[in-house]
């Protein structure tokens, strides 16, 4: 039995499609503004950012902190958050003793679904993300590098959701560059929302997004917004992850020659070699070159 989803659950959809279902933690203790105000200011600066509140879809979400600052404190951000607009991500609030007990129940229930999915027995690298908004704000478009449980606590949201690998909503250079973490972000394009899956979410509702499925968010005029994303990956989004990887260091030396590789998600076989078998390669190759690039300059060092 799950703690915290309900069923209905769409098993076989997990890293396919979107869909939606509801969630059972509505008036958890650790998801109170109260709370909330006691535990952000005393978590480390790198995992809590706010901006002023965003209003463009192609606005660089992980810039937003940077480019967009809303000129207050944290602590002065949470108690007007109301009024404020203003947008707050808090990146592992499990790090606090109130989320410990959530966070165990999510990964419990999470591992629950990928074995009944068939794709794991647990649920790998898993982190909360907490998102906190004022009335209106956007979410920009992005992806994320990770699977994605996102349930609304407080608040209401209409969220757009692609189905992944669509090449007309995110191309595969940049999906390819987005998980190798280089520095070029998934480009927005407004002719793409034809292909969005449209959902409009009050407590108590919750959405699947896939590994690097495209999205974006649009809060309710009426109330702040809550929101808790579980992040996560299985055996086979780690899997891809490598092939994307792998793409990214092809694409460049292929395109010299007039050439691209195949784009992932096209042909299993091949993204199983590019990640099993070329991707440890490649890793081989740097760590060698990085060896000896470190032998050298210690040999051309002088006494």
């Given at each position: 039995m799950l703690k915290c989803f309900c069923e209905p659950f769409?098993?076989?959809?997990?890293?396919?499609?979107?869909?939606?279902?509801?969630?059972?933690?509505?008036?958890?203790?650790?998801?109170?503004?109260?709370?909330?105000?006691?535990v952000l200011p005393a978590l480390p600066s790198d995992q809590v950012f706010y901006s002023k509140g965003l209003t463009?879809?192609?606005?660089?979400?992980?810039?937003?902190?940077?480019?967009?600052?809303?000129?207050m404190s944290i602590e002065q951000t949470i108690?007007?958050?109301?009024?404020?607009?203003?947008?707050?991500?808090?990146s592992k609030p499990e790090a606090d003793p109130?989320?410990?007990?959530?966070?165990?129940?999510?990964i419990d229930d999470v591992s629950?679904?990928?074995?009944?999915?068939?794709?794991?027995?647990?649920?790998?690298?898993?982190?909360l993300w907490?998102?906190?908004?004022?009335?209106?704000?956007?979410?920009p478009f992005h992806c994320d590098r990770y699977s994605n449980f996102l349930m609304q606590f407080r608040g209401s949201k209409d969220v757009a959701i692609f189905k992944p690998w669509?090449?007309?909503?995110?191309?595969?250079?940049?999906?390819?560059?987005?998980?190798?973490?280089?520095?070029?972000?998934?480009?927005?394009?407004?002719?793409?929302?034809r292909f969005a899956n449209k959902y409009h979410f009050k407590p108590g509702e919750a959405a699947h997004i896939p590994f690097v499925a495209g999205h974006y968010v649009k809060n309710g005029m009426e109330?702040?917004?809550?929101?808790?994303?579980?992040?996560?990956?299985?055996?086979?989004?780690?899997?891809?992850?490598?092939?994307?990887?792998?793409?990214?260091?092809?694409?460049?030396?292929?395109?010299?020659?007039?050439?691209?590789?195949?784009?992932?998600?096209?042909?299993?076989?091949?993204?199983v070699f590019k990640a099993d078998v070329v991707h440890p390669l490649m890793e081989k190759v740097a760590d060698l070159l990085k060896s000896r690039k470190s032998e050298s300059t210690s040999g051309s060092a002088g006494p």
């Open positions: 769409d098993y076989d959809a997990i890293d396919r499609h979107p869909f939606e279902f509801r969630h059972q933690l509505v008036g958890h203790p650790a998801i109170s503004l109260e709370n909330l105000g006691r463009d879809l192609g606005i660089n979400f992980d810039r937003a902190h940077l480019d967009h600052p809303n000129g108690e007007s958050i109301q009024t404020s607009n203003s947008y707050i991500a808090v109130s989320f410990k007990e959530l966070f165990h129940d999510l629950a679904v990928i074995r009944r999915r068939g794709t794991g027995t647990q649920a790998l690298e898993p982190t907490l998102f906190i908004a004022s009335p209106g704000a956007i979410t669509n090449d007309e909503v995110i191309t595969p250079e940049d999906c390819e560059a987005w998980v190798a973490r280089s520095n070029r972000t998934p480009t927005w394009r407004p002719e793409a929302d109330d702040v917004s809550i929101t808790l994303s579980f992040f996560f990956h299985t055996e086979d989004t780690l899997r891809m992850s490598r092939a994307l990887a792998v793409n990214h260091r092809l694409r460049s030396r292929m395109q010299r020659i007039g050439m691209e590789p195949t784009p992932i998600g096209r042909s299993r076989r091949r993204d």
